[in-house]
């Protein structure tokens, strides 16, 4: 597959909008973690953390955290800073899914100020909206939501949108989301990388062909980052956490404990059994997501851009099904969450270091519910 | 049941020595709250707090906590604290389990320093060893035991006891322990009472006879102190997550984050389901159980003490069965576990930004605009926490 793709030129720059929860973290770990060898086929992968989420923050403008509460504006200066670096004379590549909402006119100026669009090439991954939703819930969880999923689901399908659904829709509606850059750069500099669903390997096929490198390059990398989805019962845990204690925790609080400490670790350390329950989307917002995924593939074959992969991919069927809500959870899952917890919090004595932090740092109270991370 | 039991007498001293496990912390919470109107009885529970614990741990030279980690030594006043208050004309009642498991002389000690077997009586809870069991390996749970019930239980009745048992049984053989302290004060200043399996208010009564109380007096000050016994899920989590820490932390640590923040919390804002499986004990180790119940019947009812209560209710059969081992917990469980994890991992760093803030208001003018300049900040802290 990767054969058939055209390397973006030489000097130009390769801008990875997301979407989110399409395996843009995989991707990012392995540009990072090959980051050296790239330099040796001309490709800067800019930066040297494994992600560029905060000059992409700063590029826009954007906050990131609980709206009314902890939300932290970035300083501007990181985007310069990638900016300055990014005037390479190789291919560069800079990823954030924090791009996929962003609106138009902000990426515009962005792109403009990375050598604008006879310069800068997009790339949107795509995955069926149908395999988004249950992620986009989960990914919502751990930032402290509080619904159960199918109130989510009915958020995102209601006739009328609410804020909440708009925001979503503004992401991921795939068709818009593509048309926007098409609008910014150009069909032809547009690329639309479907990742059919459980293909692991698809999205680092694709980046090696865009950016010339050497097929398996990036696929070899691929760090077993285990950001593995939550099964039914890990995400209703800690959705009654979250309803448990999310209200009177601030953003940083919630992090540090609930997000970090508790939810990362219990996905990290543990390997569910295999018949642990999945999430499954009911039947009615099943038949709904295929109807736009059907939607967003029409589309997508119909805008001009360039699209890698099969499009059809995007019509997919999620896992369908009734659900009981569940009551337990695994020993292993709540010993693995509340163990990190524990060592965690046994090992950071507060110093006058960190109350100087927090004096600089003014947090308050969270305001209402609520987040910008999905 | 107006009092068929002849109180102690006045002047003297009433010393309740637990045993774990039968309900002290009740009685020791409804003689906290009646402590003002006890005295209209010339009846005194010395202190101020809940327990006399701290004062019976330093009286003895106990140490309290991991033996290789964290455990440690009470400071003698508050004993001579304690002997001070006890000094008293009408009845003084001490009470805290941790007198069962003091050697004699040192009991003998304690005793004297309060007046002396003419002065002292003593008093000794007992429930069924059967309903013990379980009780008392759910206690270990909360202090760190990694070892499942059944185990547990084999290492109890072992014919070759370990230190482990050994303990249990020094606390335990309730022939012995009832004997130990008849031996101090002698018989008829000894007292057993004996609580029926599931009874809560026989341990109210046999006090209130022996202080000389109204009826009812003590039980109807009975808290809804939440010590509810685990459930086998709740129990297998608290096992596996003590096995997931050992050797990671210290005894205070663990009291602070697992026992108090996460233990606690579980078993106190949660109300389990009433087919959520409960401890059963497996068949063999009941028959032993009743066994032992039967001698320590038998046993105590040929001491000579004076007995409140049944000696029978001792020989009862404990709830037994066989159970697997749970695979998975209540999420009611597992989040009023973690949510009071989480809020305890977050009582220092609050407590702090608590203090960032009043050193913060106090200093002079080192910010810009309504926000500290990190050197203004700096300042201000080292000011604050030097103090």
């Known amino acids: 597959m990767s054969s058939t793709v055209a390397p973006i030129p030489a000097g130009e720059l390769l801008l990875h909008v997301g979407v989110h929860k399409t395996g843009t973290t995989a991707l990012q770990a392995a540009l990072a973690d090959a980051r050296a060898q790239l330099v040796e086929h001309g490709v800067l992968y800019p930066g040297e953390g494994t992600f560029q989420h905060r000059a992409i923050l700063a590029g826009a403008g954007r906050k990131y955290g609980w709206q009314g509460d902890g939300a932290r504006e970035v300083p501007k200066k990181h985007w310069e800073e990638l900016v300055e670096q990014a005037r390479h004379n190789g291919r560069t590549v800079i990823s954030s899914e924090f791009l996929d909402d962003v609106d138009p006119a902000t990426a515009g100026a962005m792109i403009g100020d990375l050598g604008g669009a006879q310069r800068v090439s997009v790339a949107v991954t795509l995955r069926s909206i149908g395999a988004i939703l249950p992620s986009a819930w989960q990914q919502r969880l751990k930032a402290g939501y509080t619904a159960p999923y199918n109130q989510f689901l009915k958020m995102v399908f209601a006739e009328k949108r609410t804020p909440k659904a708009e925001r979503f829709w503004y992401r991921h509606d795939q068709v818009a989301q593509v048309q926007r850059w098409v609008d910014l750069v150009g069909a032809d500099r547009t690329y639309v990388v479907v990742i059919p669903d459980g293909d692991r390997t698809a999205i680092f096929s694709a980046f090696e062909a865009l950016l010339d490198l050497p097929t398996g390059l990036l696929a070899a990398r691929q760090i077993s980052i285990a950001n593995r989805s939550m099964t039914a019962q890990e995400a209703e845990f800690v959705r009654r956490l979250n309803k448990e204690v999310a209200d009177s925790l601030t953003w940083d609080e919630y992090t540090r404990t609930v997000r970090r400490g508790i939810v990362l670790n219990m996905v990290e350390t543990r390997r569910p059994d295999p018949d642990e329950q999945k999430i499954l989307t009911p039947d009615w917002a099943a038949d709904k997501a295929q109807q736009a995924g059907q939607r967003f593939a029409d589309g997508i074959a119909a805008c001009g851009a360039r699209v890698i992969g099969d499009p059809a991919e995007l019509a997919r069927r999620p896992r369908s099904g009734a659900t009981q809500k569940p009551t337990t959870l695994a020993l292993d899952a709540a010993v693995a969450g509340t163990a990190a917890l524990v060592r965690r919090s046994t090992w950071s004595q507060p110093s006058r270091k960190q109350a100087l932090g927090i004096l600089l740092r003014r947090p308050q109270r969270r305001a209402e519910g609520g987040s910008d991370a999905d | ?387």
């Open chain 2, 1 to 387: 049941m107006e009092s068929s039991i002849t109180p102690i007498g006045k002047g003297e001293v009433l010393l309740h020595v637990g045993l774990h496990k039968t309900g002290t912390t009740a009685l020791q919470v409804a003689l906290a709250d009646a402590r003002g109107v006890l005295e209209d009885y010339d009846v005194r529970y010395p202190g101020k707090t809940l327990y006399h614990h701290k004062a019976i741990l330093a009286g003895a030279d106990r140490p309290y906590g991991w033996r290789d980690n964290g455990a440690r030594i009470t400071p003698k006043k508050h004993w001579k604290k304690m002997l001070k208050e006890a000094d008293y004309p009408g009845r003084t009642i001490i009470s805290s389990e941790f007198l069962d498991d003091i050697k004699p002389e040192i009991g003998a000690r304690m005793v004297d320093d309060l007046g002396g077997k003419q002065r002292v009586n003593v008093v000794v809870t007992l429930r069924a060893i059967g309903a013990i069991l379980p009780s008392a390996w759910q206690q270990g749970l909360k202090a760190g035991v990694t070892t499942g019930y059944n185990q547990w239980l084999k290492v109890m009745f072992d014919e070759q006891q370990t230190t482990r048992a050994e303990r249990f049984w020094y606390r335990h053989d309730q022939v012995e322990q009832v004997r130990r302290w008849a031996q101090v004060v002698g018989a008829d200043r000894t007292y057993a009472v004996v609580i029926p399996d599931g009874d809560r208010t026989a341990i109210f009564t046999g006090f209130e006879g022996l202080l000389g109380l109204p009826g009812g007096f003590l039980a109807n000050r009975e808290q809804i102190i939440q010590n509810r016994s685990m459930t086998t899920p709740e129990a297998e989590f608290v096992r596996s997550l003590n096995k997931e820490l050992a050797g990671q932390m210290s005894w205070d640590e663990y009291t602070v984050m697992v026992r108090r923040a996460l233990i606690l919390n579980m078993v106190e804002k949660r109300r389990p389901a009433a087919d959520e499986p409960r401890i059963q004990t497996p068949e063999w180790a009941a028959d032993k159980a009743e066994e032992y119940g039967q001698r320590f019947a038998k046993g105590i009812a040929e001491l000579g003490v004076q007995v409140i209560g049944d000696p029978a209710d001792l020989a009862v059969r404990p709830r037994s069965g066989s159970s697997d081992r749970p695979e998975s917990l209540s999420i009611d469980a597992a989040v009023a576990g973690t949510a009071g994890l989480v809020l305890e991992a977050l009582a220092e760093r609050r407590a702090l930004e608590e203090k960032a803030k009043t050193v913060a208001a106090a200093a002079p003018a080192p910010t810009r605009g309504s926000r500290w300049t990190a050197r203004g900040a700096a300042r201000a802290l080292k000011r604050g926490f030097s103090k």
